[in-house]
């Protein structure tokens, strides 16, 4: 099905996956689209939900594919629907996505697929980015609640 001026909705995945920095600060890794829809804008990793494919699988692949990073999915943080027009009003991409709080289990953050950039940011460096309300406040969501979680405790 095409993505561009599509017969029905498609689904999208997004990870929102988020870490303590080093110093023990939470962030969350946002990319930089290098392809459109937004080309240039700041988004979470996410893309297409594959035939077959399982939400958490489609965002565990697409993290991968876009920050180089494995992770593993965890719960649905939001459902949105995300539908942009062209200058006639006609619908030129219509996506349903579902955002999946995601935790790192490997890899080294970089830029892969179609994505320009890829970096770690505190919830203090969102504003520049301009980002869609519904997409700060996910963000800011699950900033919360990782600051809120205690660190684990190493055994002696």
Request: contains cysteine.
């Amino acid at each position: 099905m095409p993505r561009e001026y599509p017969k029905s909705p498609v689904v999208g995945v997004g990870a929102v996956i988020v870490q303590r920095g080093g110093d023990g600060a939470p962030r969350v890794v946002m990319i930089q689209r290098g392809t459109e829809p937004l080309k240039g804008q700041w988004s979470l990793p996410g893309g297409v939900l594959e035939l077959g494919e399982t939400v958490a699988e489609g965002v565990v692949r697409e993290a991968r594919e876009e920050t180089g990073l494995a992770v593993e999915a965890g719960e649905i943080m939001g459902t949105y629907d995300r539908i942009l027009h062209d200058n006639y009003g006609r619908v030129r991409y219509h996506y349903v996505l579902l955002d999946l709080r995601c935790r790192v289990l490997g890899g080294d953050l970089r830029a892969g697929s179609d994505a320009a950039s890829a970096r770690w940011f505190s919830e203090a460096e969102l504003e520049p980015l301009a980002l869609e309300p519904q997409t700060v406040a996910l963000v800011r969501s699950a900033l919360s609640s990782l600051a809120s979680e205690r660190p684990l405790q190493h055994l002696k």
